[in-house]
Every structure is written in C-alpha cells, then in structure tokens.
C-alpha cells in the first residue's frame, strides 16, 4: 500500500491549479531579505572554496550569483540556461544554454573547483540535471526544500515542501490581509 503526499493529492484532484497555487503557504522574501541570505551563503561557500568560476542557473540563480561572486572575489562567472516553469506551472526541463567550454575547462572537466549556485531547489529536477552535466561541482541555493535538499552542498534556508516563495524580483509591494482572514 502506498500513500500519496499532500501535493499529490493536490495534483491528482486539481490538475488545472498552478505549483503556486497547490504549494498553500506563501514565503514572500524582500530585496533584503534575499541580500541577507545570499550574504550567509556567502560566509558558508567561503570556508569551502577557493572556486575558479559560479555558474548560475538561470534564471532564478542570476541574482544570488552575482552576490555570491561579488563576495568571494570570483572574476568569472558562467550561466547554464535550463528552463523548467512556464511562469508558475513546471514542465519538462529543457537545456538552452549549457557551461561554456572555457568553464568547463576551468573544472576539468567534471566540475571541481566549480560553484553552482541557484536561488531554490524544489523537486530537484534541475539540480538533477546540472548535477549530470557537473557531477563534481559544488552545488549552493539560497533556500531548499525537502524533496531537492539532497542534491545541494550548501544551503541557507529550509522551506517546507508545500511552500511557495514569492521572490522580490516577482513581486510588488501592495496590501496583504492578515492570515487570520484567510491570507496564505
């Protein structure tokens, strides 16, 4: 006998909700808020480095690797373009843009001395993947939730898998009801 979790449910008995709006919970995270963490990130990669580049995981991994780079005094910096959400609904990944060949020399190879770095690992498909392409890489987010936290080496923040984050290059400020009224 198996047993379905609740996002499974979810999905089985409204396959038209967004990952959005089946996650119930919301984590919204301000500019600095994110700087913070990506700040702590920084202070934990930097007793494992040196690296000899960061590669972000677009698009999600830009920002937290521009600071992350900053931080640790790294020149080169490197993008793998993988896309996997179609706004808010997850679809089959797709590889757009892989390391380059310069990079990818610089980690001979198989990733070592490299630096992943992406703002979330959810399901872990595209840790999965980029995991694949750079076995031997360190792998860094900013937040994890459980499903994915393995694939990661270093992390600041734990979410609960039915949360959804609301980024702040995702959002406005405008007016929120107290949760006691029904806010999520």
């Not at 640790?72 to 757009?96: E, F, M």
């Not at 020399?105 to 703002?119: E, F, P």
Request: include cysteine; glycine fraction near 10%.
């Amino acid at each position: 006998m198996s047993f379905k979790g609740t996002e499974e449910i979810k999905m089985a008995e409204h396959p038209e909700l967004s990952a959005q709006e089946r996650a119930g919970k919301a984590f919204p995270v301000s500019w600095d808020q994110f700087h913070r963490d990506c700040r702590a990130l920084t202070w934990r990669l930097n007793e494992v480095g040196p690296f000899h580049a960061v590669i972000a995981i677009t698009r999600g991994g830009l920002v937290p690797a521009a600071i992350v780079a900053r931080e640790l005094g790294v020149r080169v910096i490197d993008t793998v373009c993988i896309a996997s959400y179609d706004h808010n609904k997850q679809g089959d990944l797709n590889v757009l843009k892989g390391v380059s060949p310069d990079t990818a020399k610089l980690g001979g190879g198989t990733g070592k001395g490299l630096l992943i770095v992406d703002d979330l690992v959810d399901p872990g498909k595209t840790g999965r993947m980029v995991r694949d392409l750079l076995p031997d890489a360190h792998f860094a987010t900013v937040y994890a939730k459980p499903k994915g936290r393995p694939l990661v080496d270093t992390f600041i923040t734990e979410v609960s898998q039915d949360t959804w984050i609301f980024f702040p290059w995702d959002t406005a400020l405008s007016f929120q009801p107290p949760i006691r009224d029904g806010a999520a």
